[in-house]
């Protein structure tokens, strides 16, 4: 996980906007939103970050690089946005639900397709005298 990653959980996990990040790490804001942009802190202050993200962030919480599979961590997923209401969590479930039932009936056509014995030469008719 990169550093970008483990700072972006320690704000979910805490609800810390970039200010507290920057006083509790001991620099300006502006660093934190670069290091939210890739840049890289120095080796005390990443240790910082580590040990700010092992402290804050549950480790059973999914990484951003785990996929979601299923309804349920779907329904799961969608509850944790901030402002949606029950209606919205249902329409977007309903969306990606289809979506993802449109992908895998085109992927079983595409793969049935594959699998399609090759057709058998017509042959031509012999005109009739």
């Known amino acids: 996980m990169t550093i970008e990653q483990k700072i972006r959980a320690i704000m979910r996990a805490t609800g810390w906007k970039q ?6 790490f001991g620099v300006s804001q502006s660093t934190v939103n670069r ?4 840049a890289e802190p120095e080796g005390h202050r990443r240790d910082a970050i580590n040990a ?5 962030v549950k480790d059973d919480a999914p990484s951003t690089d ?5 309804d349920q961590e779907i329904l799961a997923m969608l509850r944790r946005i901030d402002g949606l209401s029950t209606i919205d969590i249902d ?3 309903t969306v990606i639900s289809n979506a993802l039932k449109a992908n895998r009936a085109g992927s079983e056509q595409a793969d049935a397709g594959d699998r399609q014995e ?4 017509r042959r031509e008719s012999t005109p009739s005298q």
Do not use: N, S
């Open 19 to 24: 200010q507290k990040l920057a006083v509790t």
């Open 35 to 38: 290091w939210l942009r890739g």
């Open 52 to 56: 700010a993200y092992a402290e804050h």
């Open 66 to 70: 785990d996929k979601i599979r299923g």
């Open 91 to 93: 329409v977007a479930f």
């Open 118 to 121: 090759p057709a058998i030469a």
